[in-house]
């Protein structure tokens, strides 16, 4: 592929080792340095992969053969298609748009970024509850407010895009002062956590839909434990499967329950393009919406540095091409209709397993998931899934965002005999989980909003400078 001069930052260009001047940023993360990788140009210099499979990592910037990379290809994309599918039903959005746009936006992350941070795009869970906030949304069927909610997707679209120009121009060093990992886990806590009692309250309306919810949890549980291998990786998918097929047997068979009504995906067309929506801007869904932007960020951030760790390429100085790609792609993705879209842990988790980080892999992911989301057909069986499933879906779904929050503090050994780590942490939870909220004069900040504002002023009133000097202490010894 054809490499064209990189017109980013200096930080970007730079082919250099990490040297003090770029902070604790540079002098944190020091992979070795790849002169393929770091050639100063906006693609890295791609080569073909000369290693074993069975016993050799695939590189960002090495492809694989064609048949190979296909097969890769479709496995992210399956990797994916669970979470993807389940956000926008749980928003009430056109999951065939949704993952029509995942596929383009992913595309579009590879061109952006080029090529250099291997991610998958999807929709993202983050929306879920300002979405249903602004919306009203009643957790069943097509969202009826759904333009006004565009709106504000939008709008968080371009402020994370602005963020992410603005870290191509200074370096990330300021967002993980900003964001470190005690204010990040507690935001990927609260998006959890904030979100259980909509999920509680859609799956207790009778009897049968809390006992079929509770099976889907079983059953998702079951596969995530019981299983191994790719198909412990697609539990959501497996899980919500095995779900359907027993909720058609005890209503369409056995009689009890609503039964499932297939007219529709008998009407629908094997090829066609989704319902195209336009947005509506309202002030007061851009500012109940917009502070998404900054739990994307945080949880970006998360994904990029797993990204490093795995890959041992500096990726870091091209975060800012991501949050910028990332923030475009949303922005694209709402204006004809689709979720916000964001990096997806599933698929890292997959680069994990595989050791394949090959960017062009995701490019096939991409492509595949284009042309599942121009089915209307495969979109009409989507809508046929019930809402006693998609709400034990989302039980274990929001549980594993929650507790994803406390891996982080976890994994980095966050010191909770500090008051001022106890404090960002517990405010932060209970104002996010008890949807406590702000309001801007007339505008309402929203629980997760109001609490992701709460971390990131605790955090700079109680442990300004405690950062730096613990990782300039850690680097001394």
């Not at 549980?221 to 027993?246: D, E, P």
Request: aromatic residues 10%; contains cysteine.
């Amino acid at each position: 592929m054809p490499s064209q001069k990189d017109p980013s930052s200096p930080l970007e260009n730079s082919t250099q080792a990490p040297s003090a001047e770029h902070g604790l940023e540079a002098a944190a993360i020091s992979p070795p340095y790849n002169p393929d990788f770091e050639n100063g140009r906006w693609f890295p210099t791609w080569r073909p992969y000369q290693g074993d499979l069975d016993r050799d990592p695939v590189g960002i910037n090495e492809y694989l053969p064609p048949s190979k990379s296909v097969l890769l290809g479709v496995q992210h994309t399956f990797a994916m298609f669970g979470a993807t599918v389940l956000a926008p039903l749980l928003m009430g959005f056109d999951p065939n748009l949704a993952i029509l746009m995942s596929g383009i936006c992913t595309v579009m992350f590879f061109m952006i970024t080029g090529g250099r941070m291997p991610s998958y795009l999807g929709s993202s869970f983050a929306f879920i509850g300002p979405v249903i906030a602004v919306t009203a949304y009643a957790g069943a069927g097509f969202n009826g407010n759904l333009n006004v909610a565009l709106g504000g997707i939008m709008a968080c679209g371009i402020i994370y895009a602005l963020i992410g120009l603005l870290v191509m121009k200074t370096g990330t060093g300021w967002i993980e002062r900003l964001m470190p990992p005690i204010v990040t886990g507690a935001i990927v806590m609260i998006i959890g956590l904030n979100l259980a009692p909509v999920t509680i309250q859609g799956v207790s309306a009778n009897q049968f839909d809390a006992w079929m919810a509770t099976l889907t949890v079983l059953l998702i549980s079951g596969v995530a434990v019981f299983t191994r291998g790719m198909l412990r990786r697609l539990l959501l998918l497996v899980g919500l499967i095995l779900s359907y097929f027993a909720y058609f047997i005890m209503t369409n068979v056995m009689g009890f329950g609503t039964a499932i009504d297939f007219s529709s995906v008998a009407a629908a067309s094997w090829f066609g393009l989704p319902s195209i929506h336009t947005p509506r801007f309202e002030m007061s869904a851009i500012i109940l919406i917009a502070p998404v932007a900054f739990i994307l960020v945080a949880e970006n951030l998360g994904h990029f540095k797993a990204v490093e760790g795995m890959t041992k390429a500096r990726v870091t100085p091209y975060m800012g091409r991501a949050f910028f790609a990332d923030g475009l792609a949303t922005t694209f993705s709402a204006g004809f209709g689709g979720t916000g879209v964001t990096t997806y842990a599933e698929n890292i988790g997959v680069m994990a397993v595989t050791k394949v980080y090959s960017t062009t892999i995701f490019v096939v992911a991409g492509v595949v998931a284009i042309l599942l989301g121009l089915s209307p057909k495969f979109g009409a069986i989507i809508q046929t899934i019930p809402a006693a499933l998609l709400g034990g879906a989302s039980i274990v779904v929001f549980g594993l965002i929650a507790i994803a929050g406390v891996k982080i503090w976890i994994d980095s050994r966050i010191d909770f005999s500090k008051n001022s780590n106890l404090i960002i942490a517990a405010v932060t939870v209970i104002m996010g989980t008890g949807n406590f909220s702000l309001h801007l004069g007339g505008f309402d900040l929203g629980g997760i909003g109001t609490a992701t504002l709460a971390a990131i002023v605790l955090n700079a009133l109680f442990n300004q400078g405690s950062e730096a000097k613990a990782a300039h202490q850690s680097l001394a010894k």
